[in-house]
């Protein structure tokens, strides 16, 4: 069996060094059938992998939201299906959080090494956002996508990740109070026509985002189904009591929470708003998004 482990040396706590050695210690790199890639620049991870992943029987990532997120897109864009194994070694790691409960790295390859875990099969969402010049990028998505005051924290929380990723997802939402302002969104979905009014709309594939924020609570990563959740225009002191509830999982108590689900849609907005990917900052003006659920697209370790 041939193993990749892709390292983003920048992620999180900067843990790379330690799993690094971890990994040259087993039985895999002895018998030479485990390779390393260290990125060098955004993007590298998403390009060697759309070139090279079927070369491999089990992708490791080493890093955060982000680097998983490249990750599964080389392993789309490929057309493979490796084994894919997320180790959560960056500040927030939402979706690795949903397979991998140990933080523990030597655990965690201990277990590798003696094929100690399961394989879930996992949606991705496709994904076109296109800005107000008519520009589109398409990227698929392993966790969520933000538009509007969410995006605009991840904007914000890009360059501030030293500390946890909760920490810094709250310190970036005070900051980004500053800006907070509503839009206006269409959503066409299963013959179905939304307009109303938000500040903010996450669309998930798994429950959390920000290090543990819970905006899609009824979100399962294989069910076909895609989420949306919705929050209406609010004050800013209302935003700053109510959002500690997304911590506790108790969003669907907040009556500006509208919740859907869907396999296809597309969305337009009436003024350009930022959007995220994964937690990744894509693009600060976007007026249109359409996405589509890929159904059981990715293979999973899971280690309970």
Same mark, same amino acid.
């Given at each position: 069996?041939? %193993?990749?482990?892709? /390292?983003?040396?920048?992620?999180?706590k900067?843990? #790379?060094?330690?799993?690094?050695?971890l990994?040259?210690?087993?039985?895999?790199?002895?018998?030479? &059938?485990?390779?390393?890639?260290?990125?060098?620049?955004?993007?590298?991870?998403?390009?060697?992998?759309?070139? &090279?992943?079927?070369?491999?029987?089990?992708?490791?990532?080493?890093g955060?939201?982000?680097?998983?997120?490249?990750?599964?897109?080389?392993i789309?864009?490929?057309?493979?299906?490796?084994?894919?194994?997320?180790?959560?070694?960056?500040?927030?790691?939402?979706?690795?959080?949903?397979? /991998?409960?140990?933080? &523990?790295?030597?655990?965690?390859?201990?277990?590798?090494?003696?094929?100690? +875990?399961?394989?879930?099969?996992?949606?991705?969402?496709?994904? /076109?956002i296109?800005?107000?010049?008519?520009?589109?990028? *398409?990227?698929?998505?392993?966790?969520?996508?933000?538009?509007?005051?969410?995006? %605009?924290?991840?904007?914000?929380?890009? #360059?501030?990740?030293?500390?946890?990723? @909760?920490?810094? +997802? @709250?310190?970036?939402?005070?900051?980004?109070?500053?800006?907070?302002? #509503? =839009?206006? +969104?269409?959503?066409?979905?299963?013959? *179905?026509? +939304?307009? #109303?009014d938000?500040?903010?709309?996450?669309?998930?594939?798994?429950?959390?985002?920000?290090?543990?924020?819970?905006?899609?609570?009824?979100?399962? %990563?294989?069910?076909?189904?895609?989420?949306?959740?919705?929050?209406?225009?609010?004050?800013?002191?209302?935003?700053? *009591?109510?959002?500690?509830?997304?911590?506790i999982?108790?969003?669907?108590?907040?009556?500006?929470?509208?919740? %859907?689900?869907f *396999?296809? =849609?597309? !969305?337009?907005?009436?003024?350009?708003?930022?959007?995220?990917?994964?937690?990744?900052?894509?693009?600060?003006?976007?007026?249109?998004?359409?996405?589509?659920?890929?159904?059981?697209?990715?293979?999973?370790?899971? !280690?309970?």
């Amino acid at each position: 069996m041939k %193993y990749l482990a892709l /390292i983003n040396p920048a992620a999180g706590k900067n843990h #790379s060094k330690a799993i690094i050695d971890l990994l040259k210690k087993t039985v895999m790199f002895r018998d030479g &059938n485990l390779e390393f890639l260290i990125s060098k620049k955004s993007g590298h991870i998403m390009e060697f992998t759309s070139e &090279n992943a079927a070369r491999f029987d089990f992708i490791i990532s080493v890093g955060g939201d982000g680097t998983i997120n490249e990750a599964i897109n080389g392993i789309l864009n490929n057309g493979s299906k490796p084994k894919f194994l997320p180790i959560p070694a960056g500040s927030g790691n939402d979706f690795a959080s949903n397979f /991998i409960k140990s933080k &523990n790295f030597r655990h965690i390859i201990s277990r590798l090494e003696k094929f100690d +875990y399961t394989i879930k099969s996992v949606d991705s969402i496709k994904t /076109i956002i296109t800005n107000k010049k008519g520009e589109s990028i *398409q990227r698929s998505i392993a966790n969520v996508i933000g538009i509007g005051f969410d995006a %605009y924290v991840a904007h914000l929380n890009a #360059s501030k990740k030293a500390l946890p990723g @909760v920490i810094t +997802y @709250v310190i970036a939402v005070f900051k980004a109070l500053k800006k907070l302002k #509503s =839009f206006k +969104y269409n959503i066409l979905f299963d013959g *179905q026509e +939304y307009i #109303s009014d938000a500040i903010l709309v996450s669309i998930g594939n798994c429950i959390t985002t920000g290090g543990g924020f819970y905006l899609n609570p009824d979100a399962i %990563y294989n069910d076909g189904y895609g989420d949306i959740t919705t929050i209406s225009p609010i004050s800013k002191l209302k935003l700053i *009591q109510k959002l500690p509830l997304a911590l506790i999982n108790k969003l669907k108590g907040i009556k500006e929470a509208n919740f %859907y689900k869907f *396999q296809n =849609f597309e !969305m337009t907005l009436d003024i350009p708003m930022p959007v995220h990917l994964d937690g990744e900052p894509i693009e600060k003006e976007v007026v249109k998004v359409t996405a589509f659920v890929e159904h059981n697209s990715l293979s999973v370790v899971e !280690m309970r």
